[in-house]
């Protein structure tokens, strides 16, 4: 059993821990009224993220086809410089080999 000097050291601890307990208490409360206040918000974050997300996925089908255009542009460059340098050198060859 604890003596009258060790109770009343324990009492200022209690006494802090008790108001940090309720302080704790407050807070939380606070959190839960914010968060039950806030539905109507987190619906329209919710909404604005479905439309995000479809944006985004638009925007990735998009890069996708023109990925696919920039490389078959590529290659179709790629055959015309070749047919270009051949009909050149058959030119130079026609016109005395220069």
Do not use: F
């Not at 009343?8 to 821990?17: E, G, H």
């Amino acid at each position: 059993m604890p003596t009258a000097p060790q109770a009343s050291l324990k009492a200022p601890r209690l006494a802090a821990a008790s108001e940090k307990l309720q302080q704790a208490l407050a807070e939380l409360e606070r959190a839960v009224e914010q968060l039950n206040s806030g539905g109507g918000k987190s619906e329209a974050l919710a909404a604005q993220l479905h439309d995000v997300e479809q944006d985004r996925a638009r925007l990735a089908e998009a890069l996708d086809a023109a990925s696919g255009r920039s490389d078959r542009l590529e290659k179709a460059r790629a055959e015309v410089s070749v047919r270009l340098e051949r009909a050149i050198g058959a030119l130079q060859q026609a016109l005395g080999g220069e």
